[in-house]
């Protein structure tokens, strides 16, 4: 079954499928993607790789060693990354992106914050790469939040509920075509 987002606004988003028009409404909206109108399902849970940075508390890793094998381990710890978010985060999102290759190059600076079990990874191909670094603590986790994935697009926030929307002939408009 295909869902259709016709509405995306601040507070709430609205769903048009074959049997029913859907409003959802999200309180504590931290962060959201849109990626596409038509989707194949839509879910709310608590338990997702996007949720991680909220849950989690962070750490922060800086090099003190520098490696002649910039590129393969950047490459390790990016797939590393990739594959404990599932894709659903770039590991660009919690690397010092724009220096990365010359911070492992030159051996110091600061390389990734991120969620505590993500830095874990990273500090495991560094350890593996016997790289010296230095792991400390950052933020506290926020606590609890849930994820709204529709396909490709998705909303963190602290809670959601749904409701059938004022009627709307523009909506009706479009279950009709």
């Not at 003190?64 to 990354?81: E, H, N, R, T």
């Not at 991120?114 to 790289?131: F, I, M, N, Y």
Request: proline share 4%; aromatic share 8%; with cysteine.
């Amino acid at each position: 079954m295909s869902a259709l987002i016709t509405c995306r606004q601040t507070t709430f988003w609205d769903f048009i499928d074959a049997q029913r028009v859907s409003r959802v409404h999200f309180k504590g909206k931290k962060e959201f993607h849109a990626a596409e109108d038509e989707v194949s399902s839509i879910e709310v849970v608590s338990e997702h790789p996007l949720l991680i940075d909220y849950i989690e508390s962070h750490t922060s890793i800086y090099l003190a060693g520098a490696s002649p094998d910039a590129s393969a381990i950047l490459g390790d710890i990016q797939d590393a990354l990739n594959a404990a978010t599932s894709g659903w985060r770039d590991a660009g999102s919690y690397l010092n992106n724009s220096a990365s290759r010359a911070l492992l190059t030159s051996g110091y600076g600061k390389l990734f914050e991120g969620p505590g079990s993500l830095g874990k990874l990273v500090s495991a191909v560094l350890s593996k790469a016997q790289l010296d670094h230095t792991v400390l603590p950052g933020r506290a986790a926020r606590g609890p939040m849930k994820v709204l994935v529709a396909g490709g697009n998705w909303i963190v926030a602290e809670d959601f509920r749904s409701e059938e929307p004022p009627s709307n002939k523009s909506l009706e408009r479009t279950r009709d075509r």
